[in-house]
């Protein structure tokens, strides 16, 4: 039987992480994989191939809407190659997972393909086709993620009725897609798909799009994707989803309790995930779970047993790739006898549609309602000459400062690359900056970027220039 000083079960960007982590700190590690690639969801099912099609279907639409006012004449009809989208969309999958397992093997981490279960506290089944072997770990971290949620009356038969697994394979461009949910993948997916030439209606149970994001966002989001001809039914209660041949009739109530009948040619159900641990017999090791079914970890991310960790989708916390790759490094550094840390308020959330939205820290909403007085600079994005040369003009820079110290509290921004940009916001609060302190700071010019500075200039004394 191997023996290892610590197994990860599960290899998303979470658990490969920590497997790299341990490694580098002197770990003998295994990764266990239930599945024949490495990567998990993000890499295979979810943020990656998601931004493939994002970008694929983005270049299409500035061929068809922005190439001729750029002055690029393309002889001919443009026209979606959906076959080759998804081929190119699955090379980029297939590149970044052969990328895990360089680095697995660069790192000397044994790979164990097949599902992983306990044994007990100290033992792990590993069973692919049947056949099955054990391991022995002095510590296991479990990172086995998430999967896509439904509603216990709809029935997903991943053909018409499908998730964001199944949206990502479509062979063809839907006549009219219905998305349950405005939440970050519905909206992506969404966006895919309206600009490939679908009809797309949003319904969402929530009065608002990206209800956990600043309303601010939300606002400025949905009048973007509704001039981009998305269609949006607010505070409406989905109470039916029936395949009718190649038809989708959805059924929901509006917010004054009348019944609304919604029919396209493809439903996608994107009401969030759950955590995932069907098969990991986690009971045998007398790990708990609680009443959602994540694991139930300590701060230092430790089970109920002393030996067992847990990281990523499966513990509590925001569903996110780099919040479990974060985690995963917490864990692999606490083995090891340091001292890590994470600032759980400082894990930034993005929304990859066009504009992009991307946040961290306190919302407007929170702060009120915690009763901090604090106030607010903002600067929209088509006051700067780079948002007006590339024509993304929609969108805004918002900075929350303290009203008394000007300590920065929370950044939200909508617009041109901001996924990108929020890693300023990142940096200026994880060593507690104020908003004068970005002020001060040099801005490239002309960059999307300049947008936080004249924000930062807003929230201090109302200063920015450029408005």
């Not at 949006?232 to 917010?255: I, M, P, Q, Y």
């Not at 600067?379 to 303290?402: E, H």
């Not at 104020?434 to 960059?447: F, G, K, L, N």
Request: with cysteine.
């Amino acid at each position: 039987m191997n023996q290892y000083d610590v197994a990860i079960i599960g290899s998303g960007p979470g658990g490969y992480v920590a497997a790299i982590r341990c490694a580098q700190l002197g770990m003998k590690t295994a990764i266990v994989e239930k599945y024949s690639t490495l990567g998990g969801t993000c890499l295979n099912v979810g943020c990656i191939p998601s931004k493939a099609l994002l970008d694929s279907s983005h270049h299409y639409e500035d061929a068809v809407k922005h190439f001729e006012e750029h002055g690029i004449d393309i002889p001919g009809e443009v026209k979606v190659n959906i076959k080759q989208m998804i081929s190119r969309k699955q090379g980029v999958v297939d590149q970044t997972t052969k990328g895990i397992q360089f680095l697995m093997d660069k790192n000397k981490i044994d790979v164990y393909e097949g599902l992983g279960s306990f044994k007990d506290a100290t033992h792990i089944n590993v069973d692919k086709d049947g056949k099955e072997e054990t391991i022995e770990a002095k510590h296991t971290i479990i990172a086995t993620g998430s999967k896509p949620s439904s509603l216990p009356f709809i029935k997903i038969d991943k053909e018409r009725i499908i998730t964001s697994t199944e949206a990502l394979e479509l062979k063809e461009v839907p006549k009219h897609m219905i998305v349950i949910g405005g939440g970050v993948i519905g909206l992506e997916l969404g966006q895919v798909y309206k600009r490939l030439g679908a009809e797309v209606t949003v319904i969402e149970y929530m009065d608002r799009i990206i209800p956990g994001m600043d309303g601010g966002l939300s606002k400025e989001l949905t009048r973007s994707l509704k001039k981009q001809k998305m269609k949006f039914n607010l505070s409406h209660k989905v109470k039916s989803v029936e395949r009718v041949g190649d038809e989708v009739v959805v059924k929901a109530d509006d917010k004054k309790g009348k019944e609304v009948t919604f029919t396209g040619d493809y439903c996608l159900v994107s009401v969030g995930r759950r955590p995932y641990t069907d098969g990991l017999n986690a009971e045998a090791a007398g790990v708990k779970l609680d009443d959602r079914g994540r694991v139930e970890v300590n701060d230092h991310l430790q089970t109920n047993v002393s030996n067992i960790y847990a990281i990523g989708d499966v513990v509590r916390g925001a569903m996110l790739a780099h919040k479990a790759e974060e985690e995963g490094t917490m864990v692999a550094e606490l083995l090891a006898g340091q001292k890590p840390h994470i600032n759980y308020n400082l894990i930034p959330g993005v929304v990859y549609t066009w504009p992009e939205v991307a946040a961290v820290g306190k919302t407007e909403e929170e702060l009120k309602e915690a009763g901090v007085e604090y106030k607010v600079g903002q600067f929209p994005m088509r006051a700067l000459g780079r948002a007006r040369a590339s024509m993304d003009i929609d969108g805004f820079v918002k900075i929350l400062a303290d009203k008394a110290t000007d300590e920065v509290l929370g950044v939200h921004m909508i617009g041109a690359r901001c996924a990108d940009l929020i890693t300023e916001g990142v940096t200026a609060m994880e060593f507690r900056a104020s908003a004068e302190d970005i002020a001060r700071m040099s801005h490239a010019h002309p960059t999307y970027a300049e947008a936080v500075k004249e924000a930062a200039l807003a929230a201090t004394d109302d200063r920015a220039v450029h408005i």
